[in-house]
């Protein structure tokens, strides 16, 4: 991987209009992943840097702290949610210096922060969460436990092993944690075999809550699965696409939804297999727009919103 360090000129902290993340204050280390994960829709930003090179903003710690503690700040800052359109915990040690010193800032002033992570977090991330557990909100992001899938989906992202390490860990810090099985491939991660396997293994991590979303098309997610998928994977995922419609979901103006009938089908077999192990189940709205489901909590912030819609069984799996 290129790494390309780079002056941030804009504000570090902004408000999205995305979904369960609305109004919340939010922020980004890198332009880029290394991780490259075939499915991610922020590969696909006009901005977006080149398959294999990662932008850093390596002034973003110092411009947080400026912002943070300016006088004329009128709205504040009680929770911040890391790195939306990529990962804090990329390998890159460069990466995960800004990444520690921008919590770092964060946790010091008392202010809470979220992360959703396919990574591995090292040690001195877990000693500095332990200093204020209660101000961190953890997931990890796992929707299966074969490398099969890792290799054809997420190829640069830790292993499932480490996750669930990472996951254990966390924990043991007292941090807050919630897996999020996101995107689920149709054919390839609901099948009832794999969605036991992986349920199994969290419940006996500790885990007691679950958040759920189908993949969903972008124009250019749909050109990367193309180029990076096999053609016999590629075409079967296709075919489950080709006769939805382009409609909005979340801030995109066009994007493809599995198929309600499949998706409900898909949530109900997550839904009975997660009951034999006491796991609840949330269904994301922000990627299914077009039933009822929760809203993602993420920290303070969920706490402080207003209600949204709630996921119902009996109305999500109509008879």
Known sequence: MKLVEIDRKSPVLSRTRFGCLQEVFTLNITRGCE??????????????????????????????????DSP???????????????????????????????????????????????????????????????????????????????????????????????????????VEVEVRVDPIIPFYTDRPEEIRQLLETLALKGVRSITLSYLHLRPAVLEQLRRELPPKE?????????AQPWTEVGTSTR????????????????????????????????????MEAHRCSIGLESRLAPPTRRWKQLSLFPC
Not at 92 to 118: C, N, W
Not at 234 to 242: P, Y
Not at 260 to 283: D, K, S, T
Request: charged residues 30%.
């Open 35 to 68: 991780f490259a994960c075939v499915y991610c829709y922020a590969r696909g930003y006009p901005d977006a840097p080149p398959l294999g090179e990662v932008h850093l903003f390596r002034n973003l710690p110092e411009k947080l702290t400026r912002e943070l």
């Open 72 to 174: 004329r700040r009128r709205n504040p800052v009680l929770w911040v949610a890391f790195n939306t359109a990529s990962d804090s915990f990329q390998m890159h040690p460069r990466i995960q210096d800004v990444t520690y010193r921008a919590m770092e800032a964060l946790l010091h002033r008392g202010i809470g922060l979220s992360f959703l992570t396919k990574g591995y977090v090292p040690d001195r991330f877990l000693r500095l969460f332990s200093q204020r557990p209660e101000l961190v909100k953890a997931r990890i992001g796992l929707v299966s436990l074969e490398d099969s899938y890792r290799d054809l989906f997420e190829p640069k992202a830790a292993s499932a092993k480490q996750r669930l390490d990472t996951l254990e860990r966390l924990r043991a810090t007292g």
């Open 234 to 242: 590629f075409r079967l995922l296709e075919s489950c696409f080709a």
């Open 255 to 290: 994007s493809k939804l599995v198929p309600r009938p499949l998706r409900q089908r898909g949530y109900r077999r997550f839904q009975e297999i997660a009951q034999e192990f006491g796991l609840r189940v949330r269904i994301c709205a922000c990627k299914n727009p077009d």
